[in-house]
């Protein structure tokens, strides 16, 4: 009886000090890791969406960029975190592709990581430099497969959708091209613009205002509907490649962060979301908020579920290696 007694005593301070916890929490500045370097997509929603949660959490908001490792060494930092709420990671559509790409990563995505909430969505873009004689995605297939053409198609590193998207347009097209893998997707833009590379899969953020200026050509969007920036761009879908891929964004606690806290975060992203601010700096560059009923941790939870599952398909069917 007396043990019996010790454990509900135990059990009643530990169920009495974690509603405290949220309370007090956040305690310090809060990080959130981006896996992939300043100027992208990925960091720009962090950036975004960080501002606006500070004063809703009373701390500040800081961003470190940890590029490297396709995203896998700031996923294992936070995985290995202290599950307090102060160290978060936002990642994008990659994080579910890894799972498939590097089966013997020291973290498990479901298991190490606890899901906050959606941030965003857009469509990508297959862009080139300005040189390149094609014109539409059709002429872009038949360049590609002129003799003894080698294709230099740029990404973002292994896993991102831009890689992904550059080995679904390449198979469509039915040729093999070289990847260049990038740290982000401002320098491998920045490449396309200097004409270092042939091709690119990128977001509107970064590839838009190039495409207005002449400095890089668009070839097709990887959405059912064209873009209101970029009218001109036509679908791929419209030109006969079956391509419908969409970025996302969600943001992540370590396994184990107490669910006070994990409501705590998620209602200061729903508050950043809702700022008109917020939903214009995204807008602008064809990106848009999740709706709020899909902005729940159970919300991202599934995605991600659902995303790793469609990925592995995705990856085992066009042989899709983490060397390429």
């Known amino acids: 009886m007396r043990n019996f007694a010790f454990f509900a ?3 009643t301070l530990i169920a009495s000090a974690m509603p405290a916890s949220a309370q007090t929490f956040p305690t310090r500045s809060l990080t959130i890791l981006v896996p992939y370097v300043a100027g992208g997509p990925t960091d720009a929603a962090a950036r975004i969406v960080g501002e606006h949660m500070g004063p809703t959490l009373g701390q500040h908001v800081l961003i470190e960029n940890v590029s490297g490792g396709s995203g896998n060494i700031a ?9 307090d709420g102060h160290t978060l990671l936002l990642h994008q559509l990659a994080i579910a592709a890894n799972v498939s790409l590097f089966p013997k990563a020291p973290f498990d995505v479901e298991k190490d990581l606890t899901a906050i909430g959606l941030v965003n969505t857009s469509p990508m873009m297959i862009v080139g430099r300005n040189t390149l004689a094609a014109n539409g995605a059709g002429e872009l297939a038949a360049w590609m497969k002129g003799p003894g053409r080698q294709v230099r198609f740029a990404h973002a590193g292994v896993g ?4 992904l998207c550059a080995a679904l347009f390449a198979q469509a097209a039915g040729v093999a091209v070289d990847m260049i893998p990038y740290r982000g997707g401002t320098p491998a833009m920045a490449d396309i613009v200097a004409g270092h590379a042939d091709l690119y899969c990128a977001t509107p953020t970064i590839a838009a205002e190039q495409v207005r200026a002449g400095t890089a050509k668009g070839y097709g969007i990887t959405a059912r509907d064209r873009i209101a920036s970029l009218p001109i761009v036509p679908t791929l879908i419209e030109q006969g490649f079956a391509i419908d891929l969409q970025l996302w964004h969600a943001l992540f606690a370590p396994s184990g962060t107490p669910r006070p806290i994990i409501d705590r975060l998620n209602g200061a992203l729903r508050r950043a ?4 601010r917020v939903i214009g700096s995204f807008a602008v560059n064809e990106v848009a908020v999740f709706p709020a009923a899909q902005q729940s ?3 991202a939870a599934e995605l991600v579920h659902a995303e790793i599952v469609r990925w592995a398909d995705i990856i085992r069917a066009n042989r899709i ?3 390429q």
Do not use: G, I, K, Q
């Open 9 to 11: 005593a135990v059990a």
């Open 75 to 83: 996923t294992v930092r936070v995985a290995r975190a202290a599950p």
């Open 160 to 163: 991102t959708l831009a890689h």
């Open 273 to 276: 979301l809702a700022d008109p």
């Open 297 to 299: 941790p159970e919300a």
């Open 321 to 323: 290696e983490a060397t």
